[in-house]
């Protein structure tokens, strides 16, 4: 028996957008064919992804949930299967909301995935009262048992392509034709000096007494405390051929009582201090 064949999201809205399909789940009169001069039907465009005409009316079957996905996104674009949500009322009104905040405040970083786990408790919470209202007893039992886990959050941002940045200061106002310009612009530069002048530095900070972020103590009603964190600079330096430069210290003093008199940290350490 020959594999199973597997069409990607973007080739199936292709397909529908052929037999005329549109996001609300109507249709509109297929489009023509440019060979035969014919409107398409199920045959023509099974025929021409190589499926079955019963694989192309399950496409159409589910025709609204197909074209409403974004394929803007490669991942999306490229999966084989519909992963919807248990709940799709909920995550139509949570993305709805979420758009409804970003177009309002006309900002994007706005939430995190603990907000968008609260809002979809509230939006759970009305749903359930609404229900509880009307004596509709549809899927009021999985609602119930809803709890927005930190996986559901997780999927519910895949479904709906939507990704977690740390947020990286002024890096949105470099344009990245700039970054490229500067690229090719740096590299004639370090053609005209020898490689074994050429290096690469970078420091790390050594944390020698730092007090852990989360700690148990006895309940008495605080929790906060000044974190110790006493560190010294490390300094690394790496040449283009290869060579490691000598390990670069900075402290806070100018004689450590660790190095006594007699001790060069250059000379007996290999580190500069």
């Known amino acids: 028996m020959p594999p199973r064949k597997q069409i990607s999201l973007a080739k199936k809205q292709e397909a529908l957008l052929l037999l005329g399909g549109h996001a609300i789940g109507n249709f509109s009169p297929p489009k023509i064919d440019t060979e035969t ?6 045959r023509t465009v099974a025929m021409l992804f190589k499926v079955s005409p019963a694989a192309v009316a399950g496409w159409k079957k589910n025709s609204s949930t197909i074209l409403s996905m974004n394929v803007s996104s490669r991942r999306i674009a490229k999966s084989f299967r519909l992963r919807m949500g248990s709940f799709p009322k909920l995550e139509a ?8 905040c970003v177009r309002y405040m006309h900002q994007q970083n706005l939430f995190r995935e603990d907000f968008i786990r609260v809002k ?30 930190r996986g559901w959050a997780w999927n519910f941002m895949n479904r709906n392509n939507l990704t977690s940045k740390r947020q990286m200061g002024d890096a949105v106002f470099i344009s990245p034709q700039t970054l490229a310009d500067h690229r090719i612009t740096m590299k004639k530069k370090l053609a005209l000096w020898p490689i074994e002048h050429l290096c690469n530095t970078d420091e790390v900070a050594l944390l020698y007494r730092c007090l852990p972020s989360r700690t148990v103590h006895e ?10 964190k006493d560190r010294m600079t490390a300094v690394l330096t790496v040449y283009a051929d290869g060579k490691k430069a000598p390990l670069t210290v900075i402290g806070k003093s100018m004689r450590p009582r660790s190095f006594p008199r007699h ?4 000379r007996d350490l290999g580190l500069s201090h």
């Open 37 to 42: 001069g014919k409107r398409h039907s199920l």
């Open 93 to 100: 009104s949570l993305l709805t909301y979420m758009r409804e």
């Open 120 to 149: 979809a408790l509230e939006i759970r919470d009305e749903m359930l009262r609404q229900m509880y209202g009307s004596n509709q007893d549809e899927n009021r039992p999985e609602l119930q048992e809803f709890k927005a886990s």
């Open 219 to 228: 309940n008495n009603g605080t929790s906060s405390f000044v974190r110790v």
């Open 263 to 266: 001790v060069n940290p250059a």
